[in-house]
């Protein structure tokens, strides 16, 4: 089950970052690590905060969701694409 601060969610949609959630909606991602290392997409969702920030990515190329931590995402610089795997 979800379960987000409404105060931590808003921010997320909304398009601000912050340190202990550095995305936001949309934020073009590469995971960088564990199962899923390789995929880029799209941040579309923080699935919860505790005991560590995961974050739900739809995969560039399939449009499947995955649910990955935090620490396993990084945000894409422009150029960097969006589509693998």
């Not at 919860?48 to 894409?76: F, H, M, N």
């Amino acid at each position: 089950m979800r379960h987000v601060p409404k105060k931590v969610d808003d921010a997320f949609y909304a398009g601000q970052r912050s340190i202990d959630v550095p995305f936001a909606i949309n934020d073009a991602v590469a995971i960088v690590a564990g199962e899923y290392r390789g995929i880029t997409g799209a941040a579309i969702a923080i699935e919860s905060i505790r005991p560590k920030v995961q974050l739900r990515i739809e995969c560039g190329k399939t449009g499947a969701d995955v649910i990955v931590p935090i620490d396993a995402v990084r945000l894409l610089k422009d150029g960097d694409g969006v589509g693998s795997r």
